[in-house]
């Protein structure tokens, strides 16, 4: 599987800003999706997930509310809406997918469980 991400920028603190990611290679539509992050100097850190059956979706606390993940299957594409931006959110944000979906509820916010990476796109958020 091929993972692209895109529709990072430079944005301002209250902004918003899409970022998409298109699968290639396999069937996208059984396949978990996540978005993670990483700020320099930290580590890869979870920030939403969907399910593939029901789109089930999980996020990091830090961003309920201001983010939503979602997917287009037709499309073999996931997305992630960013309202509200803060300069805490400058990173480089990954897109991912496992096989499958997970029976341990855990497992959606752990970077080691997925599979396929696409190479990232950065967000900087000015304040």
């Known amino acids: 599987v091929q993972l692209q991400a895109s529709g990072g920028g430079l944005v301002q603190a209250g902004d918003s800003l899409r970022l998409s990611c298109a699968a290639s290679g396999r069937t996208f539509r059984r396949f978990t999706m996540g978005w993670f992050r990483q700020a320099p100097g930290k580590e890869r850190e979870f920030v939403a997930a969907i399910t593939w059956s029901v789109g089930t979706t999980y996020y990091r606390d830090s961003v309920k509310g201001r983010f939503t993940i979602s997917r287009d299957n037709a499309k073999n594409t996931v997305y992630l809406q960013m309202n509200s931006v803060k300069p805490e959110d400058t990173a480089v944000y990954y897109c991912?997918?496992?096989?499958?979906?997970?029976?341990?509820?855990?497992?959606?916010?752990?970077?080691?469980?997925?599979?396929?990476w696409g190479q990232g796109t950065l967000v900087t958020v000015s304040s």
């Open positions: 991912a997918a496992a096989d499958g979906e997970f029976y341990v509820g855990s497992y959606y916010y752990d970077n080691s469980k997925y599979d396929y």
